[in-house]
């Protein structure tokens, strides 16, 4: 009794080290979204411009176990010195406003849980749609539900690649763009270590991704990377634009 009491014992403490290695590797088998590589469009196209009344609706999916979280629209409802897209869910109802200003460069932005609005604005697609730009940003950020303090953010963009991939809403010329924010500050302070991490296919036709994937993993005192926590792992497809 007790050796098998010991047995099961060493076999759970083996299956909890392994169990974060198993989550990534579940989720590394999730395939992102294959398209078809382009060369680079000479000259780069434009970007649309925004105008009242355009509009996305992208399907949400949990890439952790691949289910529908929701379904979200987003329309641009004033244009001017600031950019307002409205955004609500089927499931949610209404969500936090995404702001930009200027076009292009998001002052608020509701993506990341809790929502955020930047000191100094920050671009959403790369300034160049040109394969092998890349920058870092920084600024800071100001958490919507907890106003008054404000934390350090910095992101890392870069253009990959031209694809063309297809969704329910059609088919799109789109630019691969890899982003990382490496060590922001969380408005949690019981966060020690903080990442995040996301693809977009952005297209310019749209003036908005055709998909987003975006995932984070965080630490608290005592716990390793190794055992980080995740964040949602969400993928954004769109489904119509107009």
Same mark, same amino acid.
């Given at each position: 009794?007790?050796?098998?009491?010991?047995?099961?014992?060493?076999?759970?403490?083996?299956?909890?080290?392994?169990?974060?290695?198993?989550?990534?590797?579940?989720?590394?088998? %999730?395939?992102?979204?294959?398209?078809?590589?382009?060369? %680079?469009?000479?000259?780069?196209?434009?970007?649309?411009?925004?105008?009242?009344?355009?509009?996305?609706?992208?399907?949400?999916? /949990?890439?952790?176990?691949?289910?529908?979280?929701?379904?979200?629209?987003?329309?641009?409802?004033?244009?001017?010195?600031?950019?307002?897209?409205?955004?609500?869910?089927?499931?949610? &109802?209404? !969500?936090?406003?995404?702001?930009?200003?200027?076009?292009?460069?998001?002052?608020?932005?509701?993506?990341?849980? $809790? $929502?955020?609005?930047?000191?100094?604005?920050? $671009?959403?697609?790369?300034?160049?749609? %040109?394969?092998?730009? /890349?920058?870092?940003?920084?600024?800071?950020? *100001?958490? !919507?539900?907890? $106003?008054?303090?404000?934390?350090? =953010?910095? !992101?890392?963009?870069?253009?990959?690649?031209?694809?063309?991939?297809?969704?329910?809403?059609?088919?799109? +010329? @789109?630019?691969?763009?890899?982003?990382?924010?490496? /060590?922001? @500050? +969380?408005?949690?302070?019981?966060?020690? &270590?903080?990442?995040?991490?996301?693809?977009? =296919?952005? +297209?310019?036709?749209?003036?908005? =991704?055709?998909?987003?994937?975006?995932?984070?993993?965080?630490?608290?005192?005592?716990?390793?990377?190794?055992?980080?926590?995740?964040?949602?792992?969400?993928?954004? *497809?769109?489904?119509?634009?107009?």
């Amino acid at each position: 009794m007790a050796a098998d009491f010991i047995q099961v014992s060493i076999f759970r403490r083996i299956f909890l080290m392994a169990l974060p290695a198993l989550l990534v590797g579940c989720i590394s088998s %999730q395939p992102a979204p294959r398209g078809r590589l382009e060369a %680079q469009p000479m000259p780069p196209p434009m970007v649309r411009a925004p105008k009242i009344g355009q509009e996305w609706v992208y399907q949400v999916r /949990n890439i952790f176990n691949q289910e529908i979280v929701d379904t979200v629209t987003e329309r641009v409802v004033s244009v001017g010195d600031q950019i307002r897209i409205s955004r609500s869910g089927v499931k949610a &109802g209404p !969500l936090p406003d995404e702001i930009q200003s200027p076009w292009g460069y998001v002052i608020q932005d509701p993506h990341w849980q $809790p $929502p955020q609005k930047f000191t100094k604005a920050i $671009p959403l697609w790369p300034e160049q749609l %040109q394969v092998g730009w /890349n920058k870092f940003f920084t600024t800071q950020y *100001e958490a !919507l539900s907890y $106003p008054g303090a404000t934390y350090y =953010w910095g !992101l890392s963009m870069a253009a990959t690649q031209w694809e063309r991939i297809k969704s329910p809403a059609g088919e799109f +010329s @789109v630019l691969r763009v890899h982003n990382e924010i490496p /060590n922001f @500050v +969380s408005n949690d302070l019981f966060r020690v &270590g903080n990442v995040r991490d996301e693809e977009l =296919w952005f +297209s310019p036709e749209i003036g908005r =991704w055709v998909v987003r994937r975006s995932s984070g993993r965080y630490i608290t005192s005592g716990v390793y990377w190794a055992n980080a926590y995740w964040e949602d792992f969400l993928e954004w *497809e769109l489904i119509s634009w107009k």
